[in-house]
């Protein structure tokens, strides 16, 4: 995993929540670790990661993940066996 995506998932695991995550950032970290992706309707994205499966929606009017989204990005990072001090 490159430095660059080492701190987006530093970020995606610290407190308070990051309000300034993008998705594309999330979507190239992601790759990075493994994760295969399915695009659902309504802006759904299915993630496989470990064979752990997870939702997330595509943000609509900004490139900005909401923090909501970030939190469930972290739990989800979490349960396929990710930390902020993955390499």
Known sequence: MSHKH???LAS?????VSG???WREIESMLKSLGA???ELPGARVRIILNGVEGMLHRPHHSSVLPKQDV???CQYLASA???AAAK
């Open 6 to 8: 080492q701190k987006i």
């Open 71 to 73: 939190r469930h990005l």
């Open 20 to 22: 300034n995550i993008h």
């Open 36 to 38: 295969e992706f399915q």
């Open 12 to 16: 995606i695991f610290k407190e308070p």
């Open 81 to 83: 066996g990710f930390d």
